[in-house]
């Protein structure tokens, strides 16, 4: 039991904090001048962590009922298999989101390029090694951002900050 706490609690806070984002969204004003309004961006990526933090929930809980005591959960066996290095892999990650962030609001730095600098550390900080991870965090980088200026800059018409 106190497995599948640690299992679930991280992605439970996640779930209630973009669960209240979502309710104080909805209090944004209305659109101006473009047709989606202030709170299409932050409700759509808000919806897109409600259903990824509900999915992690009941993936850990069909786990925890399958196997029971028996074996290792998944981050379990991804914590043993990192040798160490998971224990930190969250903080570091929320640290990198959090910086992310940071240089949005508080730079004058374009957000397409903050967000494909954001994707390359954090696909490089998840690999674990510069060297064979450059190349795929570069071009993993370079399609989502494409593809957000695709849909939202050229389909959409939003103004990116």
């Known amino acids: 039991m106190k497995r599948l706490l640690s299992e679930i609690s991280a992605p439970f806070l996640i779930l209630a904090a973009a669960a209240a ?7 944004l004003p209305p659109p101006r001048f473009e047709p ?4 299409f961006f932050p ?3 808000l919806k897109g962590i409600i259903v990824l933090a509900s999915y992690t929930i009941i993936k850990a809980l069909y786990i925890y009922w399958k196997t029971g005591r028996r074996e290792q959960s998944s ?9 160490g290095r998971g224990n930190l892999l969250p903080a570091v990650t929320v640290a990198l989101f959090a910086g992310y962030i940071l240089l949005i609001v508080f730079t004058d730095l374009h957000f397409l390029l903050l967000s494909f600098l954001f994707i390359c550390v954090l696909c490089c900080v998840l ?3 510069v060297r064979s991870c450059w190349l795929p965090a570069v071009l993993s980088a370079a ?3 494409a593809a957000m200026y695709l849909v939202f800059g050229l389909l ?4 990116f900050p």
């Open 127 to 129: 690999n674990g090694s």
């Open 43 to 45: 409700q759509l990526v």
């Open 75 to 83: 981050s379990e066996a991804f914590k043993t298999a990192q040798s």
């Open 156 to 159: 959409l018409g939003t103004f």
């Open 36 to 39: 989606m309004g202030p709170a």
């Open 143 to 145: 399609g989502v951002v």
């Open 21 to 27: 984002l979502f309710h104080h969204s909805r209090q």
